[in-house]
């Protein structure tokens, strides 16, 4: 059974970091892609950054560019955020996912990123 399980989320005022991780078990996901989307109230789920898992290629949101890294432990199966420079406009609830990019089969329960002004 796979599972992804998020953590690291919290309160953190504007210009503050924080690292999300996902814990991925379950199957080997040398073949896939693994990323993380938001979404905030009110309003859709967006794609936030991605990581080829064999290669390490990593993709990003052009909002996230520069403030936010996407990383991967393959001995530890688990998947970071790096989050720096935080905005109020990056509150929402953050969702690791694994899966091809027209595909996301697998998805965590997420967890709450909150930047106060």
């Known amino acids: 059974q796979v599972q992804l399980v998020e953590s690291g989320g919290g309160l953190v005022q504007a210009g503050g970091s924080l690292r999300l991780s996902c814990a991925?078990?379950?199957?080997t996901f040398s073949n896939y892609y693994m990323?993380?989307?938001?979404?905030a109230p009110g309003k859709e789920?967006?794609?936030v950054a991605a990581i080829r898992w064999s290669s390490g290629t990593r993709y990003y949101a052009d909002s996230v560019k520069g403030r936010l890294?996407?990383?991967r432990d393959n001995a530890k199966n688990t998947m970071y955020l790096q989050m720096n420079s935080l905005k109020p406009e990056d509150t929402a609830v953050y969702y690791c996912a694994a899966g091809?990019?027209?595909?996301y089969e697998y998805w965590g329960?997420?967890?709450q990123v909150t930047v106060s002004s």
Not at 24 to 27: D, F, H, L, V
Not at 35 to 39: E, M, P
């Open 24 to 27: 991925a078990s379950g199957r």
């Open 35 to 39: 990323g993380w989307f938001r979404q």
């Open 45 to 47: 789920r967006e794609f």
């Open 69 to 71: 890294t996407i990383s």
């Open 100 to 103: 091809v990019p027209s595909s």
């Open 109 to 111: 329960q997420g967890t």
